[in-house]
Structure formats: C-alpha cells, structure tokens
C-alpha cells in the first residue's frame, strides 16, 4: 500500500495511522494528546493551503498544524 499522510486524504475519510515521522518528542507529544501508531482516526476538515487539519480519535476532536499532520503517515481503513 502506498504509504500517504494525513493531509493527502479527504475529509470524513476513515483512515488508520501506520507511523509518525519526526522524532520522539513528536511521537509523545501526539500520544498525550491519544494519537498513535494503529489508532483509527477520521479527518474531519482541512483548513486552507496550509492551515490546520481538524481529526477526530476516539471521543476527541483536534486540530492539527499542518507540518505536524504531514509527518503522519496512514493507510485508508
């Protein structure tokens, strides 16, 4: 499957997270926050060229920078 990130995929698009690209002070930053690797998540909006992109996982809704929501590598689910 080809590996895409966060920001590539549509809106309401159920997807599940395989990796996350840049270090692990990003990887537990996003984990406090109940983002990890097997999590399924839905992107629910993407604001502009380069703006925030908004998902939901589990119960929470967040939203994201754009250079962070780019280092999230997914599949579609």
Do not use: D, W
Not at 47 to 60: F, H
């Amino acid at each position: 499957m080809k590996k895409i990130s966060l920001v590539q995929i549509k809106s309401n698009e159920l997807v599940k997270i395989l990796e996350i690209l840049g270090g692990s002070n990003l990887e537990s930053k996003l984990l406090s926050m109940g983002v990890f690797k097997g999590k399924p998540v839905t992107k629910l909006s993407h604001i502009g060229l380069r703006g925030p992109v908004v998902i939901k996982a589990g119960r929470s809704i967040l939203a994201l920078g754009h250079s962070v929501a780019e280092k999230i590598i997914i599949e579609r689910a």
